[in-house]
């Protein structure tokens, strides 16, 4: 099976900066389908990006992904205080479905 | 507006049984494969099986396969999850989620599996 790696496991980070998390696949995701999610403490995963690139509906454009082949990245151009969360990666493109293991966007 | 309601979690024993259920509205689930989803609170996220829309097509994760048993009924809007054998790594908040990018979830129901 695909394993995700998500680095950092923390970021500490200010309101109004940029971060930038990264997810390394230990071999090719299939299509680029990676996504992307917001979890907030005693809330359900939000979709936030699909098919490695693409914003789901209702996203703000300060969320942005990239990447192809093993490396991904999230960036959240200028951090609002609701986007202090947990992000997960998920890879789609084989069986089975495997998620990285979570990055921490904590207030500094 | 799309809804997704988990119901059927507790506390059981190892070896025990549990039928999780997903009532979905707001979206023609029928037309929908749909997926369960584990959480271990405090912890990351883990994908259990997918059943397609008319449930002909299923597949597990190893570590339930042969244990656990997906299932839905769409005349009734409701995915399923038939879980027996129970053992103490089952433990965990149970999301049900649409396919294929996991874009609706519920709001899990925890199982703690425990003597």
């Known amino acids: 099976e695909i394993v995700l790696t998500q680095s950092p496991g923390t970021l500490s980070l200010s309101p109004g900066e940029r971060a930038t998390l990264s997810c390394r696949a230990s071999?090719?995701?299939?299509?680029?389908?990676l996504t992307w999610y917001q979890q907030k403490p005693g809330q359900a995963p939000r979709l936030l990006i699909y098919?490695?690139?693409s914003r789901a509906t209702g996203i703000p454009d300060r969320f942005s992904g990239s990447g192809s082949g093993t490396d991904f990245t999230l960036t959240i151009s200028r951090l609002e205080p609701e986007d202090f969360a947990v992000y997960y990666c998920l890879q789609h493109g084989s069986s089975p479905r495997t998620f990285g293991q979570g990055t921490k966007v904590e207030i500094k | 507006e799309v809804q997704l309601v988990e119901s059927g979690g507790g506390l059981v024993q190892p070896g025990g049984s549990l039928r999780l259920s997903c009532a979905a509205s707001?979206?023609?689930?029928?037309?929908?494969?749909m997926h369960w989803v584990r959480q271990v609170p405090g912890k990351g996220l883990v994908w259990v099986s997918r059943?397609?829309?008319?449930?002909?097509?299923?597949i597990y994760a190893d570590s339930v396969r042969g244990r656990f048993t997906i299932s839905r009924d769409n005349a009734k809007n409701t995915l399923y999850l038939q879980m027996n054998s129970l053992r103490v790594d089952d433990t965990g908040v149970y999301y049900c989620?649409?396919?294929?990018?996991?874009?609706?979830w519920g709001q899990g129901t925890l199982v703690t599996v425990s003597s």
């Open positions: 989620a649409s396919h294929p990018y996991f874009d609706f």
């Open positions: 098919g490695a690139s």
């Open positions: 707001g979206f023609t689930f029928s037309n929908y494969w």
């Open positions: 071999q090719t995701v299939s299509n680029n389908y």
């Open positions: 059943i397609n829309n008319d449930g002909s097509s299923i």
